[in-house]
Nanobody, 130 residues
Framework: QVQLVESGGGAVQAGDSLRLSCTAS????????MGWFRQAPGKERDFVAT???????????YYADSVKGRFTISRDNAKNMVSLQMNSLKPEDTAVYYC????????????????????WGQGTQVTVSS
């Protein structure tokens, strides 16, 4: 049974930093993708970032425009873990953040579509106050 467990959420002030982590068990995503989505109250779940193995035998990272330059995604395959370093947080970053995993790597641009991911965590709350 696959489990993704997020940690690291919390309540911070605007401009602060947080680091989210997600550990997978029951399956390895080293040849696929691991990423993050978020859902703000009353809104749909949106893509944040993902790191995917590629045909070029390197890991590629993709980001939503809203977080480029502020968030950094990284992975540790030895620990079956993906992390999201979030800097310069803004109130609009407030949301429940979900970790997602996909066994196959992305070869196109559909990494931002949540239905492309196989497994999901339960989410961790991030609250940024002004």
């Amino acid at each position: 049974q696959v489990q993704l467990v997020e940690s690291g959420g919390g309540a911070v002030q605007a401009g602060d930093s947080l680091r989210l982590s997600c550990t997978a068990s029951g399956r390895t995503f080293s040849s696929g993708a691991m990423g993050w989505f978020r859902q703000a109250p009353g809104k749909e779940r949106d893509f944040v970032a993902t790191t995917s193995w590629s045909a070029g035998s390197v890991y590629l990272a993709y980001y939503a425009d809203s977080v480029k330059g502020r968030f950094t995604i990284s992975r540790d395959n030895a620990k079956n873990m993906v992390s999201l370093q979030m800097n310069s947080l803004k109130p609009e970053d407030t949301a429940v953040y979900y970790c997602a995993g996909r066994l196959a790597y992305f070869s196109g641009s559909d990494y931002s579509r949540q239905e492309q991911y196989d497994s999901w965590g339960q989410g961790t709350q991030v609250t940024v106050s002004s």
